[in-house]
């Protein structure tokens, strides 16, 4: 939707949209001589910045994004910026729950609650941003030692760990699972079109992704490339969000953020200032599998 509205204001920039989400992303731009999206990349964008992948770029729209989008630009040393932000959380089937019976669940204790078993489903952290969310925001909320016991408590109730992190919203709208974990606006999308769900933002806290964008160093267009990023923080190009079911809170301060949107990152949720870095996290919940 972006893309084609954006199409009938500057006529001159292709861009090539791929369907790559968490590690298969960083994969895409580095393990190809050219990466199929050209010029602008939406995901993962730190990590591209730390391996010196994309370039430095203040955009004449910075003063026009929310606080917590202009950190994470100034600590990626100006390499990547917010477009939107989006809390972690999860959501239950309430035909489901009905019929089992009990309290509604409403922290991240409550599912580890023996009533859950084989109930719950979440993506893999092999795989998945989402997943990788939910290891950081643990840690940060209970510590290292009680973060890990906790997710082995959560793993015996665990039904599937999926590839994809918004896998587990599809499959409690579809009553396959009677709790998913993921970003609460996946959820959302499904509440949208009338799945029996309820969203959960956890009683403890929750992480939250803040999705970005950056510029590839040696782009071809670098002058279009920053023609549509400066377009990409507008209000107008991110009202286009709400309009086409994309229920995250944009980062422009002069966008509304969509009626049924989650709240972002703000109260309530973990900060950024996870004390382990992002692949040290990643190598010692591996370690801790065994």
């Known amino acids: 939707m972006m893309q084609l509205a954006h199409a009938q204001i500057i006529h001159d920039i292709v861009i090539e949209n791929i369907t790559a989400t968490g590690s298969k992303t960083a994969g895409v731009i580095i393990g190809l001589p050219e990466s199929p999206v050209k010029n602008v990349v939406l995901n993962n964008l730190k990590l591209s910045a730390e391996e010196g992948l994309t370039i430095e770029y203040e955009s004449p729209n910075l003063a026009k ?37 009990g309290a509604e669940p409403k922290c991240w204790a409550d599912l580890t609650d023996p009533r859950f078993h084989d109930e719950v489903q979440v993506a893999d952290p092999n795989s998945s941003g989402t997943a990788y969310t939910l290891l950081a925001t643990v ?27 918004a896998a587990p919203a599809k499959a409690t709208s579809l009553g396959e699972t009677l709790i998913g974990i993921t970003f609460q606006h996946d959820m959302v999308t499904f509440i949208v079109d009338g799945a029996p769900i309820k969203v959960v933002a956890p009683c403890e806290g929750t992480g939250y992704e803040i999705g970005s964008m950056s510029i590839i160093k040696g782009a071809r267009n670098l002058d279009n490339a920053k023609r549509w990023y400066d377009w990409a923080l507008t209000a107008e190009a991110q009202k286009i969000g709400g309009e086409s079911k994309a229920y995250q809170v944009p980062s422009n301060k002069d966008a509304k953020p969509p009626a049924q949107a989650p709240g972002g990152a703000g109260e309530g949720v973990v900060r950024d200032g996870c004390t382990l870095a992002a692949w040290a996290l990643y190598l010692l919940w591996k370690a801790r599998q065994h």
């Open 65 to 101: 994004v929310h606080d917590w989008a202009k950190k994470q630009w100034e600590q990626s040393k100006h390499r990547a910026i917010s477009v939107y932000a989006g809390a972690l959380g999860y959501g239950y089937n309430t035909d489901l729950l009905k019929k089992a019976g």
């Open 139 to 165: 840690v940060q909320l209970m510590g290292e030692d009680k973060g890990f016991d906790y997710l082995k408590q959560l793993h015996r109730n665990v039904n599937q760990y999926t590839k994809s992190g």
